[in-house]
């Protein structure tokens, strides 16, 4: 190739023949780039079909504009040497508007009506029984919501929402049979799609007399007093309704809207129109929504960083192995920048068609996941997906960005001449990696100090800082693990294990990049699922630890009948609906034998912090508890101070973790900013120890209820033999946790996530070891033509496998349990922990795919 001319044909001639010669070592990197196309797609899709959801409108679907409160919480700070940041967080009990907003509002231009909207729930008084049971093997009271039939034996108090009848106008709901209710003791009752049978107009539904029918949700329409009356907040509103005249467009009126609220001094209220009017139905469903993109967020930046560590190694042994052909290229007269080019268009060929392939899977991977969200529940049920079709050319972006990290790898892959030669790595290469792993090193000390997700990202970030310095140590670390076996194998492997050691000590830097993905699969599967495994265990020994109560009454969280109950079984009779227990607990604590009593209210608060300067809302769990009634039924595990002291209003108990971080102590001061978006300076009374079941704070049951619309207890812990008595209650409760919000997503996403990643490190080793073995082929013949049997040869190959699969085992767990350590430090205070099945599992997989592309890719470990 003298005097190779500096031209375009030149450059695509010789990539063809380079795509053709090296199908192989193209294939592995086709087969990677294809599943991380598939990733991105599919998680670019999900996320933008969360990006565009919205509450479904329902109640306020014929409002041409809502007016409510703001439900976002902001605080700003500035961060060093930097201008101001302004931070949001969602609140999610109702903030209500002031009644004399309507009247401001009916002297707007164009206003044919404004409606005042308030939900409440109206309990049937006929149903709610006496905390105590009469014995007669009736069960306890069972809290259903709606007229719907509960199981055998067991009593009802049944519940319904409630709501004005004047604002029935504004969901557009019509009367099919009856009048509209007139005096206090009337009700018109919603018999809309999907209520189920009804009662009938005359009949009695929850104290009062059935006069109507709307075709509405399941629930009771009342008169205007009567619903001031049952909603208990005077002078308030949940939202207003406004509906504007014939003809004046909606933009117009919200303009007008908009206007009035802030020349009449109440511009700190929000007027929604179109689909915004949904997030005012449901408070939930957006904070649900925001929470999942965060998530999502996470995961793709994850799958970036493992692709790039994937394609590197990929690409480094691939090119590796072209070594001698480039020399060629380069002795007769090829400039690098032709090769470049080369491999370029090369890559761009494999690259473009491997990301159209996983763009075209990303499609079924994103209706897969988004029904495995929504039929697990974790995602709200009047959060509606959009999927416009505009929205599936997203995953050609990713494709084409995927294609453009490809090129990237490959092309700085080429650049390196390093890469082009036989000679060893050199010295930049290993202070590199050196310098690697002591940012991880740091990084994983750093975890130790933080808490939360600060000290789970600081875990993160150290185990990819490791494992890349364990990519660009990989030669030195197999050489160095060799030297220490290489004597084994040459005393007791006969002829093979000389091979084995002899081959270690020649090629290096080929051993080092088959041990790069075993390190990988090995390190990222390890961490990924022992934190997860870490905080369940630690948690679960916290909560059993906590629960010293003899019995408890409980609702499920969330709806519907409660879990709960008997050790072993978990099933018991649940009571309340959401999150509420109808039992009464200071009459419990005056029934004989109940030496105390408390009831728990869960709910969470939001906290403004500084992290590097930089403002953090973070949304926290907390319990609301009776001090009176702790003693024998609940015990936090108190370090400092007294919990008697939350009897007082205005006092918390911090957990021992976030008392570090905020260096708070008893007698200190924390300022907490509850659902409702009301902000209290709360004096801390005591710190305990067992946050992780119990919450970051405890506050007194009635502080905390009073900033709810559910103030009713989520359980009630009863110690003593008399707690035997109260209705629904069971012996030996059941350990409970303070799940975060968002768990239940995080752990489906994460689940699938370690999956997929897993299965690309898995891809990415089975590549790498059959670029290893299609590279061995000369060698391979050789060492046959020269007189060892095909026997011996497969027992090296299979010698090799066990050495990469060992090696790559204890240095993957080494990688691991360092971030591990760390992080199970900051916030267990113990050792990390990960199931045996699951150590095992990791185990089987690191061994049988090192086996499959050491021995069974090979030629010759082919029968």
């Given amino acids: 190739m003298t005097g190779l001319p500096a031209s375009r044909t030149a450059v695509r001639l010789l990539a063809a023949r380079s795509l053709r010669t090296h199908r192989r070592a193209w294939a592995a990197v086709f087969a990677a780039v294809a599943l991380v196309s ?56 109702r903030i209500r508007v002031p009644a004399a907003v309507a009247e401001l509002l009916r002297g707007v231009e164009g206003v044919r009506a404004v409606v005042p909207d308030d939900g409440f729930v109206v309990r049937d008084p006929r149903d709610v029984r006496d905390p105590r049971v009469v014995r007669d093997g009736q069960a306890g009271p069972t809290a259903v919501r709606g007229p719907r039939d509960v199981p055998d034996g067991q009593a009802a108090v049944r519940e319904y929402p409630g709501r004005s009848w004047e604002a029935a106008r504004l969901g557009g709901y019509r009367l099919t049979a009856g009048r509209a209710p007139g005096a206090a003791g009337e009700v018109v009752v919603g018999v809309g799609p999907g209520t189920g049978p009804g009662p009938r107009i005359g009949q009695d539904v929850a104290g009062y007399r059935v006069v109507g029918l709307v075709d509405g949700p399941d629930g009771l329409f009342f008169g205007a007093a009567e619903a001031r009356r049952l909603a208990g907040h005077p002078g308030l509103h949940d939202a207003i309704g406004v509906l504007g005249a014939p003809g004046v467009p909606v933009a117009t009126l919200h303009a007008r809207v908009r206007h009035a609220l802030d020349a009449g001094g109440a511009g700190e209220l929000r007027a929604f129109t179109g689909n915004g009017r949904g997030g005012v139905e449901d408070l939930r469903a957006l904070p649900a929504r925001d929470g999942l993109l965060q998530l999502l967020a996470a995961v793709a930046a994850t799958v970036v960083l493992v692709t790039v560590l994937v394609l590197t190694s990929l690409v480094a042994q691939a090119l590796q192995q072209r070594a001698p052909e480039r020399e060629l290229l380069y002795a007769v007269g090829a400039s690098p920048r032709q090769v470049r080019a080369a491999v370029g268009r090369e890559v761009n060929r494999v690259a473009g068609a491997a990301a159209v392939l996983g763009a075209l899977g990303a499609v079924p991977a994103f209706l897969a996941l988004r029904a495995a969200l929504r039929g697990r529940g974790l995602l709200p049920a009047t959060l509606e997906l959009s999927a416009p079709p505009w929205l599936f050319a997203g995953v050609l972006v990713t494709a084409a960005l995927t294609v453009g ?72 670390l197999a050489a160095a693990v060799m030297r220490v076996l290489g004597p084994v194998l040459r005393r007791f492997g006969g002829a093979p294990g000389r091979l084995v ?81 109808d039992v009464d607990v200071a009459e419990v604590r005056r029934m004989p034998g109940v ?17 590097a300067g930089s403002p953090r809302l973070d949304r926290l769990p907390v319990l609301g508890v009776d001090a009176e009634g702790l003693a024998g039924t609940l015990d936090p595990g108190v ?53 992780l079941a119990l919450g970051e704070f405890l506050l007194p049951r009635a502080e905390l209820a009073a900033h709810l619309a559910d103030p009713r207890p989520a359980r009630v812990l009863v110690a003593g033999p008399g707690g035997a008595a109260v209705a629904g209650a069971r012996a030996r409760p059941e350990p409970e946790l303070v799940v975060p919000e968002q768990a ?120």
Wanted: charged residues 15%; contains cysteine; hydrophobic residues 50%.
């Fill in 595 to 611: 030496t105390a009593a408390t009831g728990l209210v869960r709910s969470t608060v939001v906290l403004a912090r500084t992290e």
């Fill in 405 to 476: 990290l490809a090129r990237c790898v490959v092309l700085f892959g080429a650049a390196r001449r390093d890469q082009t030669s036989a000679r060893r790595p050199g010295g930049v290469r290993r202070g590199s990696g050196v310098a690697l792993l002591v940012v991880g090193a740091g990084a994983a000390g750093t975890a130790t100090l933080q808490a939360g997700q600060a000290a789970g990202a600081a875990a993160g970030a150290a185990t990819v800082t490791l494992v890349a310095g364990c990519a660009l140590l990989g030669p030195w």
């Fill in 38 to 93: 598939l990733l991105l797609g599919s998680l670019a899709l999900t996320a933008g079909s969360l990006g565009l959801a919205h509450a479904r409108v329902d109640r306020y679907a014929a409002a041409d504009v809502v007016v409510a409160a703001d439900q976002n919480v902001r605080w700003t700070a500035k961060p060093w040497g930097s201008e101001p940041i302004t931070v949001t967080a969602p609140l999610t009990e």
């Fill in 744 to 863: 239940g997503a995080s752990g489906l996403v994460s689940a699938g996530v370690v999956a997929a990643i897993g299965a690309l490190t898995v891809l990415s080793v089975l590549s790498t070891l059959a670029l290893v073995a299609a590279g061995r082929r000369g060698e391979l013949g050789l060492l046959h033509q020269v007189g060892a049997s095909r026997r011996q040869l497969r027992r090296m190959l299979r010698l090799e496998a066990a050495f990469l699969a060992g090696t790559g085992l204890v240095i993957g767990t080494v990688v691991a349990a360092l971030p591990l350590a760390a992080f199970s430090w900051a916030l267990t205070g113990g050792p990390p922990y990960l199931p045996p099945v699951q150590a095992a599992l990791i185990a089987g997989t690191v061994i049988l795919t090192t086996y499959a592309g050491t021995v069974l890719l090979s030629p010759v470990g082919r029968r």
């Fill in 639 to 691: 370090v400092a101070g007294d919990l008697a002291g939350l009897a007082r209003p205005g006092t918390v108990a911090v957990g021992a973790d976030r008392a570090d971080s905020l260096d708070v102590r008893p007698g200190s001061t924390v300022e907490l900013r509850f659902d409702d978006g009301a902000l209290r300076r709360l004096t801390v009374v005591a710190v305990y120890e067992r946050s």
């Fill in 501 to 581: 050691a002899a081959g270690a000590v020649a090629h290096s830097r080929r051993l080092g990049a088959a041990l790069v993905p075993v390190v990988l699969v090995t390190a990222f599967a390890t961490v990924q699922l022992a934190a997860g495994a870490t905080m369940e265990r630690a948690g679960a020994a916290q909560a059993r630890e906590a629960m010293v109560a003899d019995y408890a009454v409980e609702a499920e969280v969330g709806g519907g009948v409660g879990v709960g109950g008997d050790v072993g079984t978990g099933v018991g009779i649940g009571v309340g609906v959401g999150n509420g227990v």
